[in-house]
């Protein structure tokens, strides 16, 4: 029975903790337009590369809810407000998404690291909205 009561309260525990830890505690989304049931949403999130990476790839994940078929969602990186990267990514049907990047370059004993450092990544996604949700 102790047993049991552990596994339960290390459970709750573990819950608890994954419940309060947001994945983008300092991400920012913002309403940009409403256009024919299809509005356009800016999510900006931090992100950083650690100089010492080892990792040649980095990506950039997420779920749209209520996703406006045919609209990939855009990706845009920057550094110091520089441009550094922009891409688009198709939708899944299950609404989720990612983009891969190359992080680092290795070719022998040549290794280029292509991202050190903070970066502002803005995510720009299209959701369907229908009823009460029309703006």
Aim: proline content about 4%.
């Amino acid at each position: 029975m102790k047993i049991k009561i552990g596994i339960f309260a290390g459970l709750f525990v573990l819950v608890t903790m994954i419940g309060m830890s947001p994945s983008f505690a300092d991400s920012n989304t913002t309403v940009l337009s409403t256009n024919s049931g299809i509005q356009l949403t800016k999510t900006v999130v931090p992100m950083t590369i650690s100089l010492d990476n080892s990792m040649p790839w980095g990506f950039i994940e997420g779920t749209v809810e209520n996703h406006a078929e045919g609209h990939p969602v855009i990706v845009q990186i920057y550094q110091n407000d520089e441009p550094i990267h922009f891409a688009q990514t198709n939708v899944n049907e299950d609404g989720t998404y990612e983009y891969k990047f190359r992080a680092r370059n290795i070719d022998g004993d040549n290794i280029v690291n292509v991202y050190e450092g903070d970066y502002k990544v803005e995510i720009f996604k299209s959701i369907q909205i229908t009823g009460k949700n029309l703006i």
